[in-house]
């Protein structure tokens, strides 16, 4: 049987580092240390690595291709920044490449593994639920692939990043349900491995303390984005002897939930309780009442992203480097509609 040929991966597993080192301790490069470059080196000659040069220069040339991964492609979020990502492909004559990990860690580590097989330019991502681990965004970069992450990133990758203002859209939301006169406000969020998560959850915590207003222990959940899910919490909440008055949501979903179990319990919607989502789904202006969201200009994210990739390629040929990682913060807006907005002359306020 023909021997399997030594990479670049099987270095960076015998001295439990990632291949990205590797790729540039192999290439000298100026970050990496002497004592580094030459225990690498030593491995790899230990391992009879043999540097592939044709890959290496078919990696250089440009396929004019771009892959972009999001957890679903049926939510307006991720379809609008799809279409933002999209527009400026095409503008800079490039393709597009779409994959949906739908929420799985796996499926997308499959996506990231074809992608790279398809020797994409570029992969632009929003991690999935389950992504705890970031090895697969290293061997984009240990591919020469450029990275950007959108919206659910991982902030100890070294890549460009693009994100909302998310703190401080949260803290607007839950100012906007205090303004209306809600006291008892309970938070729905998401899983705290991800940033934005601890960052909505922060912003809501940040307004409460500044409103002086303590709430129970209870009122916050991390685990639920999902409909049913924070459908079950809600009811829970309000059937509990001091039952919220308003709750803000990190994900529209999660909202929806909520306005289920408020029309379980027959209880009315903005009157007795206020509702309050993050996302700006299309579906919440279809609902009655309307639902009050956060709007992350989903398709200025995607736009943006692209925008980062092209940026950084006209760098790279007019000095023949690429330019700094950037992080950049799109700013996101509320729309008030009817579920979060109290009549002052409403018989029905608590």
Avoid: W
Avoid at 6 to 15: E, G, V, W
Avoid at 111 to 116: D, N, V
Avoid at 253 to 271: E, R, S, T, Y
Avoid at 325 to 335: G, N
């Amino acid at each position: 049987m023909k021997q399997k040929r030594t990479t670049i991966y099987d270095i960076a597993k015998a001295l439990n580092i990632h291949a990205t080192y590797v790729s540039k301790a192999l290439n000298e490069h100026s970050n990496i240390s002497q004592e580094m470059i030459d225990k690498v080196k030593k491995k790899a000659a230990e391992l009879k690595y043999r540097h592939n040069s044709s890959a290496a220069n078919f990696r250089a040339s440009y396929s004019k291709t771009c892959g972009v991964i999001v957890p679903k492609i049926n939510e307006s979020f991720f379809s609008n920044a799809i279409a933002g990502i999209e527009e400026v492909c095409a503008q800079n004559g490039h393709h597009l490449i779409i994959c949906q990990s739908l929420e799985s860690y796996t499926k997308e580590v499959e996506a990231i593994e074809t992608l790279i097989r398809q020797n994409v330019d570029c992969i632009i991502i929003s991690l999935s639920l389950e992504t705890k681990n970031s090895n697969h965004l290293q061997e984009v970069l240990a591919n020469g692939i450029t990275l950007i992450q959108f919206d659910r990133y991982d902030e100890s990758i070294l890549s460009y990043i693009v994100k909302n203002d998310n703190r401080e859209a949260a803290g607007r939301a839950v100012k906007h349900l205090l303004d209306q006169r809600y006291r008892r406000i309970a938070y729905i969020g998401g899983p705290e491995h991800l940033r934005i998560y601890i960052e909505r959850k922060q912003g809501f915590i940040d307004t409460i303390r500044e409103a002086q207003i303590s709430i129970p222990y209870e009122y916050t959940c991390n685990i639920s984005l999902r409909r049913e899910e924070s459908r079950k919490i809600a009811l829970e909440l309000l059937n509990g002897p001091n039952p919220p008055d308003a709750f803000f949501t990190a994900s529209d979903f999660a909202a929806l939930g909520v306005m289920q179990a408020a029309k379980d319990l027959n209880i009315p919607v903005p009157g007795k309780l206020g509702i309050f989502g993050f996302q700006n789904e299309e579906f919440t202006q279809y609902l009655t009442p309307t639902l009050s969201t956060v709007d992350q200009k989903s398709m200025e994210l995607g736009a943006l992203s692209a925008r980062l990739y092209f940026s950084n390629l006209q760098n790279k040929e007019e000095t023949g480097t690429s330019g700094n990682y950037k992080t950049e913060v799109v700013k996101c807006s509320l729309i008030t509609n009817q579920s979060s907005v109290r009549s002052s002359k409403d018989p029905s306020q608590s």
